[in-house]
């Protein structure tokens, strides 16, 4: 059921049927559930949803950095190496050293937080040679030379100094930046950037998206941009998948998904984000809250929210992901009356 | 940096001096001055004063004269000679009238070592242990070293030295008391002397470290648990570090800051927590000597004590602030 990905060129890496739960006391949170999509090389990836929805755990579960006690309990994630064999990263030991040369070497993370992400008391050569030294080189001249091209990449004046500096002299936005830098040091095939304009400003945000936009014509990486900011994914975003409550509920192109959004939740969602030139007088919402994860009944997600959804149907079955235009898969039975088989 | 360590050191000298000062008040507070007590007990003792002598000293630390003038006098005597005033010491003890200076150098040594070497025994067993906590929280190896450590904190000191002197005698008939054995006690330092010192210096800082390890196993863990939780380690690890590298060298480093800027109490602490310990183990430390002078009234030397101790405290405050400036770049300011 999973979206083909045999289309351009051979995807980077390609994430079939992925599962993330965690063993809560609670309950069983399934936090990513049953989660299927493909990037290409040089494609920019939107991964777009509420806060809860399985963003961050699907980015963290590409680098195995999930933190316990999440699990990946199913799935394949297919990384093609840069020497062309192909590793399934689900499989591997999340601490070995198999995993271990490919973080930060061949798929690197830009994380939403600027401010924490740097240790405060190293400096930003110390910690910007740590993945080159790791991974490229064992010269630390030669790590200082690339560390240093690096900062000049991402616009930061007066690299040399700015090297011995430490993060507390630093803005966040210049944190990002640094961040940036770390993260393209080891020329990545995929980098995955999680909300990392979040936490920053308006204009500062305009221009830490167009480094990133920038350095992915420029290396020609594939790129996971997870956000909740649908102006983002608008501008920057070939493909995107919507997420909702850990699965995708609609994936197509960015122009299909804005243009003719087919799922109820995409709608609301495209409907409450306000724009220039329409009079409102107030915001639309989506009624209602996300529910947690923890042993809900088999349904459609959306199901509690959805003011279209069809009782009998989308509240005792699971829609499946099914293409319903070319290159445009929709998880509702409004437009398909095929149902998820039951695992 | 060094700019940082020079105004440190600066502001370390108005501190001292109003040290002095508040240790010269606490020596003046009781009634009656060293002379008056010295004429009373010549007297009650039916022995003759002898007047040049009494007025040699009168001339020596001012007395009579107004107390600001006593002080400079006293201070002059310290900086000059090493004089601190002479004790009281009028109840046949072993420093009956003896110089205050000479019965601190006699035992801040031995209190310095002991303290320094327990110390050196609670990091060096309470830091892996904090951190292999942390790393394996609410594991069984955790809950272990916390219930051993809540045992270790909970048994008073005293009552630990008196069971591990009772284990030594019983299985060895060795007595553990003092630090040397009676052929070094008044030997003067040699090789053979600081050996002897190891058969014996063990139970001490037995006692001490039990307490201390419990307590900084807490902090250690506590601290670690912090930071281990932190983004930047997840960034460590994301560049591909593997997880011992990445633990050394981010969380635990700054882990170790709060600790490090503890270095300066551990002097008053020891002495402190040393003196009932050092009383049981019949100890020369300074923590019994100050508990008698207190209770005696022997002020230039209860003053004194407090002024060294106060001074010391000051210095490895100082110390713990150059190592932290050294450490945390967030402390230099610029």
């Known amino acids: ?343 | 940096m060094l700019r940082i360590i020079v105004r440190r050191i600066f502001i370390l000298i108005p501190m001292l001096l109003l040290l002095s000062m508040i240790s010269f008040i606490i020596i003046q507070l009781p009634p009656g001055d060293y002379l008056s007590t010295y004429i009373l007990r010549l007297e009650s003792q039916g022995l003759v004063v002898d007047e040049s002598e009494i007025s040699r000293l009168e001339q020596r630390y001012g007395l009579g004269r107004p107390l600001y003038t006593q002080y400079f006098r006293w201070m002059r005597n310290f900086i000059v000679n090493g004089d601190l005033g002479r004790s009281f010491g009028s109840y046949g003890s072993s420093y009956d009238n003896k110089p205050v200076a000479d019965i601190i150098a006699e035992r801040l040594p031995a209190t310095m070592i002991i303290s320094i070497v327990s110390t050196i025994v609670v990091w060096a067993i309470a830091i892996p242990i904090g951190i292999y906590s942390a790393t394996h929280q609410y594991s069984l190896t955790d809950y272990l070293s916390i219930f051993i450590g809540f045992i270790g904190l909970a048994i008073p000191n005293f009552l630990f030295a008196i069971i591990i002197m009772w284990i030594v005698f019983a299985q060895t008939g060795h007595a553990v008391t003092g630090l040397f054995s009676l052929e070094f006690k008044h030997a003067p330092w040699s090789i053979a002397k600081v050996i002897d010192m190891l058969k014996n210096v063990w139970v001490p800082v037995l006692v001490l470290a039990t307490a201390g390890t419990a307590g900084l196993i807490r902090v250690m863990r506590a601290n670690l648990l912090d930071e281990l939780n932190k983004q930047y380690v997840v960034t460590a690890r994301a560049k591909g570090l593997s997880e011992r590298r990445l633990l050394w060298k981010y969380p635990v480093r700054i882990a170790f800051n709060p600790i490090f800027s503890t270095i300066g109490w551990l002097l008053p602490a020891m002495v402190g927590g040393e003196a009932l310990v050092s009383i049981v183990l019949n100890l020369q430390t300074i923590g019994p000597v100050l508990l008698t002078a207190v209770l005696r009234q022997d002020m230039y030397l209860a003053g004194s004590i407090i002024m060294i101790l106060s001074a010391l405290t000051l210095i490895g405050t100082l110390i713990s602030d150059i190592a932290l400036v050294w450490l945390d770049p967030r402390i230099r300011y610029d």
Do not use: W
């Open chain 1, 1 to 343: 059921m999973a979206p083909p990905s045999e289309s351009a060129g051979r995807p980077v890496i390609e994430v079939r049927d992925l599962s993330v739960h965690f063993a809560l006391d609670e309950g069983t949170l399934k936090a990513v559930d049953g989660l299927s999509f493909a990037i290409e090389q040089g494609q920019m990836f939107g991964l777009i949803g509420e806060s809860g929805c399985g963003k961050t755990v699907t980015a963290q579960s590409l680098m195995r950095l999930v933190p316990t006690p999440g699990r990946i309990v199913q799935g394949q994630i297919n990384f093609r190496a840069e020497k062309g064999d192909q590793i399934d990263l689900a499989n591997v030991d999340g601490t070995g050293q198999e995993i271990r040369a490919i973080r930060g070497n061949e798929i690197a993370m830009i994380f939403q937080e600027p401010m924490s992400s740097l240790s405060p008391i190293h400096s930003i050569g110390n910690q910007l040679m740590e993945a080159v030294l790791l991974h490229v080189t064992r010269s630390k001249r030669e790590a200082y030379k690339i560390a240093l091209e690096m900062l000049d990449l991402v616009g930061i004046p007066n690299p040399v100094q700015r090297m011995e500096e430490y993060p507390h002299h630093f803005s966040g936005g210049m944190r990002q930046r640094v961040m940036i830098a770390m993260a393209l040091s080891c020329r990545p095939r995929l980098l995955i950037a999680d909300e990392p304009t979040t936490a920053l400003d308006v204009t500062v945000q305009a221009q830490i998206l167009d480094l990133i936009a920038r350095a992915q014509s420029q290396f020609q990486m594939a790129v996971l941009y997870i956000t909740h900011d649908l102006g983002i994914i608008a501008e920057i975003c070939d493909q995107v998948a919507v997420m909702y409550l850990g699965k995708i509920v609609e994936q197509g192109s960015a122009r299909n998904i804005f243009h003719h959004p087919l799922h109820p939740y995409t709608r609301r969602l495209l409907a409450s984000t306000p724009r220039i030139g329409q009079h409102a007088e107030r915001l639309q919402s989506i009624e209602g809250t996300v529910p947690i994860p923890i042993g809900l009944p088999r349904a459609c997600g959306f199901c509690s929210r959805c003011p279209d959804r069809i009782e009998g149907t989308c509240d005792s079955s699971v829609p499946a992901l099914v293409e319903i235009e070319e290159k445009h898969y929709v998880r509702c039975f409004l437009h398909d009356e095929r149902a998820e088989v039951a695992s």
